[in-house]
């Protein structure tokens, strides 16, 4: 393809670019009928306050047109929104396959970009479907990162929530030993402890002053966090709640439980990483000692030589 081609689509390319950006500017700017009118509805509940960017609204049909191809094909829409429960995340999974679209977007216009560098600089190269090959690599990659990402954080929550749960139950197990109801206990250790569980005991102890069975809402927690250790804790919770049974030695029960379980993680993870805790000392640190200890020997040989 000639430069004056590639020049061409360039244009073309920051052309549509400028005239999707206005289209969402005009867009952003014009007030919606529900922020108009919900005001002046004070028994309905106000608009959403979703960040655009997540939900993909004000961004035209072509996200959400591609969002639902990318669902098309890959299909596990339950799944998705599962992982999203368990991430902690506050998102549909159409929100996420637009996320999903728009880190293709990013991969594709990198690509594109690197591509058409190189076309610039070698102008006899790859030809465009070469090209264009490469930028659909790049954007199904983009997805792939996007799911993979989300895989990370749902890893990253579920340490959080372990980490959490020994001094959290060791809480629940004082307040209750001191004569508080488990609601109340849990009320309080909510209102005193921040992080991953305790934002899900928040909910949970929302759901049940709303009306929802304690056995329902517990099991929605052990549903959500995806963890055996939180689901016998919801288990233990919602016996207590429903049927006054002792509840402070089984949460210290559990809380050792789970410090037993978290160590013997620890060892077998440093078991496991022993050779990779070698490498420093077998290609860095003993070197430099043998280094210092031949190098003396080395200079007195030459300076005997000489």
């Known amino acids: 393809m000639s430069l004056a081609r590639w020049g061409a ?39 959403s306050t979703r960040a655009p960017v997540a939900s993909g609204g004000r961004l035209g049909p072509g996200l959400r047109a591609a969002a639902e191809a990318i669902e098309r094909v890959l299909g596990g829409a339950a799944t998705i929104q599962r992982r999203l429960d368990r991430a902690g995340l506050d998102r549909t999974a159409h929100e996420f396959r637009v996320e999903q679209v728009l880190w293709g977007l990013v991969g594709f216009a990198v690509a594109a970009a690197y591509g058409l560098l190189r076309q610039l600089r070698h102008p006899g190269g790859a030809g465009a479907v070469w090209s264009l090959a490469i930028c659909a690599a790049a954007f ?14 749902v890893r990253e929550r579920e340490r959080q929530v372990v980490a959490e749960f020994p001094t959290v139950a060791e809480l629940l197990a004082l307040a209750v030993a001191a004569g508080e109801s488990p609601v109340a206990a849990l ?42 250790v939180v689901a016998r804790f919801s ?17 210290h029960a559990q809380a ?16 496991r990483r022993e050779a990779l805790m070698m490498l420093p000392i077998v290609f860095l640190v003993l070197p430099v000692v043998v280094l210092f200890v031949l190098y003396p020997g080395l200079l007195a040989l030459h300076l005997s030589a000489g």
């Open 9 to 47: 689509a360039l244009g073309a390319a920051v052309a549509v670019g400028l005239l999707l950006v206005a289209s969402w500017v005009r867009a952003v700017r014009r007030p919606q009928l529900a922020v108009r009118v919900l005001p002046y509805l004070r028994d309905l509940p106000a608009a």
């Open 140 to 153: 199904a990659l983009g997805v792939v990162c996007r799911d993979s990402r989300l895989t990370s954080q």
């Open 187 to 228: 009320d309080r250790v909510v209102r005193r402890s921040s992080g991953a569980l305790s934002h899900e005991l928040a909910r949970v102890l929302a759901e049940v002053r709303t009306g929802t069975p304690v056995a329902a809402a517990f099991d929605d927690l052990a549903a959500r966090t995806g963890l055996p």
């Open 235 to 251: 288990a233990a919770l919602a016996t207590a709640m429903e049927r006054g049974t002792p509840l402070a030695e089984v949460l």
């Open 256 to 271: 050792a439980d789970v410090r037993e379980a978290a160590r013997r993680e620890l060892i077998e993870t440093a078991a």
